[in-house]
């Protein structure tokens, strides 16, 4: 996903876990858990997150990761003084990703589910995945408002409202940190429709918390949002249609 510069409120761990799920990383002095996540943590180089686990001397130094090769190779670093490179991995075949640490010790990252790339921050695929259409994605109708809305122009609308274009306030991500909801909406465990699964339903009208908002491969808006229902991604907007207020009223 495309990174969306705003005044961010820091996710809990869970909402931002749900970007990728969870991996085991693994050394000769130790290993645990992690996420990654697409919070820049410096310039190409985004946040690990460990939680708090006891990973080993090794490990525990990690804080930052960055994908090449188009994400078949994850390079890891710590950030905790500077910027200092530890190691990488590479994906195998069967979907492992193998390599070593700086100093030659051998370093292994799975997927808790089994094989699967790490989503690109900068696109939100999966390594080996290409963009859909809207058409293409059979669940992509469940993220539409229950209402249509036609676009009045060249502006964008509420969804299932017809009328006057959307104010410009409720356009894009929200800066005081709260979304309501217009319309019956997904909540999805990634932003986006893309390889990703609903994991709850959020009500027309709900108050939510809001973070991290990105947009996907085209062009849409999602926000990770914290609920009654549940953590996890909503469709803020897309090029026709704005789904949640940027405020609560």
Same mark, same amino acid.
């Given at each position: 996903?495309?990174?969306?510069?705003?005044?961010?409120?820091?996710?809990?761990?869970?909402?931002?876990?749900?970007?990728t799920?969870?991996?085991s990383?693994?050394? @000769?002095?130790?290993?645990?858990e992690v996420?990654?996540?697409?919070?820049?943590?410096?310039?190409?180089?985004?946040?690990?997150?460990?939680?708090?686990?006891d990973?080993?001397?090794?490990?525990?130094?990690?804080?930052?990761?960055?994908?090449?090769?188009?994400?078949?190779?994850?390079?890891?670093?710590?950030?905790?003084?500077?910027?200092?490179?530890?190691?990488?991995v590479?994906r195998?075949?069967?979907?492992?990703?193998?390599g070593?640490?700086?100093?030659?010790?051998?370093?292994r990252? @799975?997927?808790?589910?089994?094989?699967?790339?790490?989503?690109?921050?900068?696109t939100?695929?999966?390594?080996?995945?290409?963009?859909?259409?809207?058409?293409?994605?059979?669940?992509?109708e469940?993220?539409e408002?229950?209402a249509?809305?036609?676009? &009045?122009?060249?502006?964008?609308?509420?969804?299932?409202?017809?009328?006057?274009?959307?104010?410009?306030?409720?356009?894009?991500?929200?800066?005081?940190? &709260?979304?309501?909801v217009?319309?019956?909406?997904?909540?999805?465990?990634?932003g986006?429709?893309?390889?990703?699964?609903?994991?709850?339903?959020?009500?027309?009208?709900?108050?939510?918390?809001?973070?991290?908002?990105?947009?996907?491969?085209?062009?849409?808006?999602w926000?990770?949002?914290?609920?009654?229902?549940? &953590?996890?991604?909503?469709l803020?907007q897309?090029?026709?249609?704005v789904?949640?207020?940027?405020?609560?009223r």
């Amino acid at each position: 996903m495309r990174p969306v510069a705003f005044a961010l409120l820091a996710l809990l761990p869970g909402v931002a876990a749900a970007e990728t799920g969870r991996w085991s990383l693994i050394a @000769e002095s130790g290993g645990c858990e992690v996420a990654f996540l697409p919070e820049a943590v410096d310039d190409g180089i985004f946040f690990v997150d460990r939680g708090d686990a006891d990973c080993g001397p090794d490990i525990s130094r990690i804080t930052g990761y960055g994908l090449n090769d188009e994400g078949a190779v994850v390079v890891f670093y710590s950030t905790l003084s500077g910027v200092d490179l530890l190691g990488q991995v590479s994906r195998a075949d069967d979907g492992v990703f193998t390599g070593t640490l700086r100093g030659g010790k051998p370093l292994r990252l @799975e997927h808790k589910s089994g094989p699967r790339g790490i989503a690109d921050p900068a696109t939100g695929l999966l390594t080996g995945e290409s963009p859909v259409t809207m058409e293409d994605d059979p669940e992509a109708e469940a993220d539409e408002p229950l209402a249509s809305a036609a676009p &009045q122009g060249e502006c964008l609308v509420y969804a299932g409202q017809e009328g006057a274009c959307a104010d410009q306030a409720d356009l894009g991500p929200p800066e005081g940190g &709260q979304l309501q909801v217009l319309t019956r909406m997904n909540l999805r465990d990634q932003g986006t429709t893309q390889g990703s699964s609903v994991v709850g339903r959020i009500e027309a009208g709900a108050c939510l918390t809001a973070g991290f908002c990105s947009e996907d491969g085209e062009g849409r808006l999602w926000c990770g949002v914290q609920g009654a229902a549940g &953590q996890g991604f909503i469709l803020k907007q897309d090029d026709k249609t704005v789904f949640a207020r940027n405020t609560c009223r």
